[in-house]
């Protein structure tokens, strides 16, 4: 993206002042950032070398917690689960918000309408989201199982019930209700492409599938690179939509990371094993949006 | 597929179709729009069945088999939570909120993601991703000492507290940073040969450009403030400063499990912020799109 | 530059100081000891729930010289919020240990008073005093306990001409009155089924830990819970209760599938007959004659009126925050004595809650419009042994965040019980008890 002149030409300006200017930018975000923010996430790498238990006493026990957590079998069960929802919810979302968005960005009758009924899903209470799916999926008296039987499907999936159609499940409803959400960054995104871009390709005679190749995949990209960064979090992290659909079950087959956290935490009072595994979260998080970021920087180099 | 590619925005839909029978033309939008009508219908299912549940007395809204229709439509849910609760107190509560999180967070967002995309000093990339990978870590797991933190800069329960939990988040940062990084920076080194500060490039060149961007964000962090129910949970306890959300959920907890109930109360807090997205989803269509490099 | 990082670190280290001090300061004051006092006491959902308020105005009344103050919490929340404000050393001064398995959590987070000079002047009337006591000491007061009994349906046994139960049941009389209720009622034309099984792990597990003699949770050996999954699997898969699976996907609540006379027959704790009342006279619920039993027994040695039905339950008690000025220490100790007493209990049974002394003011309770009179009913509410449902230790909520796997597993067909039950004693071995 920057090109060789005007990296030189930055570079001849002073540093210190880049570095004055560039903070004067961050501090009002930066402040209440690191004092609220910051500190009490830093103060859990303390934590979780200790047996905190919340009310202030902390024991030092050094690598006790981790060393835990590697014979803890609930916690490998939580780390896979959480994976398996995160390898499909995140492609699946990403092409439902893109393709919605592509729909969406357009002048059609009626489009404030169509564009507020996809972001409805994410606006609708979580609590009334997870019924109607739940009695959809129900599996003795649900529609879904009820046209599966009607077209021959003579032993349907038990869905929220069952232990292996459960993630499934949740991983269906997952993006069905973010999809809104997505879609409307990705239609932020569509704005910044300059729509001459377009019209030299079409000049050029090129074909909507070559356009949508050579114009929008790669203004979008920067919108792309966001909303892969945050879909990835946001599903390390899911937490109250399993609460509400199948609240870990049955068995542990839909148990997810940040609700063995809680678990640990306030069901079990142990805060300090809690904390732990709240790391070793961060990390994992942190190590795939720095991979993703040097993928993205190789991409735009 | 032509119709789904071609993401150029305002683009008329019959230019969509463009090059076929007009007829057919006509018959492939009519089931286009059949297709939307359908989607659209699947997608409000959960919403149908908030509202008909609303409209049922408590011992109904969960039966085998399932009822899509009440037997008779009852009103009253409607009239006990305006009349048994403290509706309007919340929703200004609520609405001066959103409010203030949103303008804070467009801002101070905005303002350090020019600091993050635009200026070039050491240690830029390190303190972004650790900005970023903030937002990894579950609240639920820094939740209290957050809250004694609060505490101690006598914060909790007043509307401060969710003002300075909600404003000074990084998704905001990120948001804008990524979309500032869709701008050229030969714009903005243009801008600095003329001699513009970088204050003045940012609030002159690059605001303007930014238009869908800062209308995303502000939607998303309303809605979010909005819908928000833990964060007020933990630090509002006083009722007068009670949230919408806060608010109907324990009116409903005192009701103990009145399903119909909560049904009405989140048709309530939903339509709202239907409205606003209806209303601020247009700065989607007017394509202040950039007009790329010619700056 | 230097000054921008330099605010910002002050700021952080100044933050990070306030955070790990926030534990230690908070007691307020060194008020003394004579004179009015002011306690501050918890509660949940004040307006619906009204038994803080008739102790406070109780307490008040006997004691002119303290009034109790109310500082009202989010009832499903309740224990998220108080733990923050104890952290924060904003906590009330009496605070309600709402159930047994978060009580280990305030006792080791040194968040309770030692209250063993309170439990000695109550005596042994006091069901489940017992579960708040920590090596030799007492850290609770129960003033309620509720136990599980079986409610049922008069009218609908009456329509399948099916014998009312007797007190005299054990599980395979339940089983059998329950498939024999499903298929009559059918015949005559109901949609009710003979039983409603809730979805909780209590429904089984409640009753196979209190009736089996040995049966021990911290132990680490859950066989005991065989013959009750077995039966339950029996019941589902006849038709005679509606699955689990069925259950939660629809949310059934107890409340409706009892109340709307949708099943015969349904375990449930005391506490629902303040809720049936209240719904049958709103109309949330039908009108039908209802009554109790004990709940049933494993064998015959503990049925009939004459032996004592065992059941289980866990009892709601309260706590006094150590933090709390010195001067009021007294005071707190004397409200926590009058809440589980004989006084506490009149008034409590008044408003249809089942006090921790519920022998004494079995009347009272009968006495309250729309309940039962027959003498079964009133043997069931009165007289039982009572077991804890989360015997207090380091472990429970471990083991029964374990045991809670396994119900949804079992329940749901998705492990055989003998394959559930051993997983979930060696997830018991090497993730709970080796702490």
Sequence with gaps: MTSMPVARRRRSRPVWRNTVVGWSFLLPNFIGFAVLTLVPVVLLFYYAFTSWDVFGGAEWTGLANFRQLLHDHSFWTALSNTVYYTLFHIPLTLAASLVLALLLNRKLRAVAFFRTVAFFPYITSIVALAQVWNMLFSPGYGPINEILRAVGVHHPPGWTTSADWSMPAVILVGTWREMGYYMLLFLAGLQAIPTQLYEAARVDGATAWQRFRAVTLPGLRPTTFFVTVMLTIGSFKVFDLILVMTNGGPGQSTLVLSQFIYQKGFVENQFGYASAVSIVLFVVCLLVTVAQFSVNRRRNA | ?295 | MKRSIAVVLGAAATAISLVLAGCGSGSDSSDSSSGPVTLTLAGWSLSTTPEFKTLADGFHAAHPDVTVQLKEYDATNYDTQMIADLAAGKAPDIYVQKNLKNFYTYQHGKQLLDVSDVAKGLGDKVGGLSDYQLGGKTYAIPYRQDSWVLFYNKDLFGKAGVAVPDGSWTWDDYVSAAKQLTARLKVAGSKALGDYQHTWQSTVQGFALAQTSGADLTSGNFSYLKPFYTRALDLQSSGAQVSLGDATTNSLTYQAEFGKQQAAMMLMGTWYIATLLAQQSSGDADQFQWGMAPAPQSDKSTTGTSATPVTFGDPTGLGINPKLGKGKVAAAKQFLAYAAGEDGAKALAGIGITPADSAAVTDTFFALKGMPTDDVSKFAFAKHDTKPENPVSQYTAGLQNVLNDLHTAVMSGSKPVDAAISEAQSRAKNEVLNK
């Design chain 2, 1 to 295: 597929m032509d119709t789904l590619l071609d993401a150029r925005p305002g683009a008329p839909t019959a230019a969509a179709f463009r090059g076929r029978p007009g007829r057919r033309g006509r018959a492939v939008r009519v089931l286009g729009y059949l297709a939307l009508v359908v989607a659209s219908a699947a997608v409000l299912l959960p919403f149908y069945w908030m509202v008909m549940s609303s409209l049922k007395t408590n011992n109904d809204v969960f039966t085998l088999p399932v009822k899509w229709v009440p037997d008779s439509v009852v009103w009253h849910n409607y009239v006990d939570i305006w009349r048994k609760s403290d509706m309007t107190t919340w929703l200004r509560n609520t609405l001066t909120l959103s409010v203030a999180v949103t303008v804070l967070q467009v801002f101070t967002g905005s303002f350090a993601a020019y600091g993050f995309a635009k200026v070039r000093f050491p240690g830029r990339d390190v303190l972004f991703l650790a900005y970023v990978a903030t937002i990894a870590v579950p609240w639920q797991s820094y939740m209290i000492p957050q809250f004694i933190l609060m505490s101690k800069l006598k914060l909790s329960d007043t509307l401060w507290s969710i003002i300075a939990l909600q404003a000074f988040g990084a998704f905001g940062v990120f948001l804008m940073k990524q979309f500032y990084e869709s701008i050229p920076d030969e714009l903005v080194q243009a801008a600095r040969i003329d001699g513009m500060s970088e204050y003045g490039i940012y609030r002159r060149v690059i605001l303007p450009l930014s238009v869908p961007a800062l209308a995303s964000l502000t939607l998303l962090t309303f809605v979010n403030t909005w819908n928000d129910y833990l964060g007020p949970l933990l630090y509002l306890r006083s009722h007068s400063i009670w949230t919408v959300q806060i608010g109907l959920k324990s009116f409903i907890s005192t009701y103990n499990a009145e399903y119909a109930l909560i049904m009405t109360g989140s048709v309530l807090s939903v339509l709202p912020v239907a409205v606003i997205f209806l209303l601020g989803q247009r700065y989607f269509v007017e394509g202040i799109a950039t007009t790329g490099l010619k700056g």
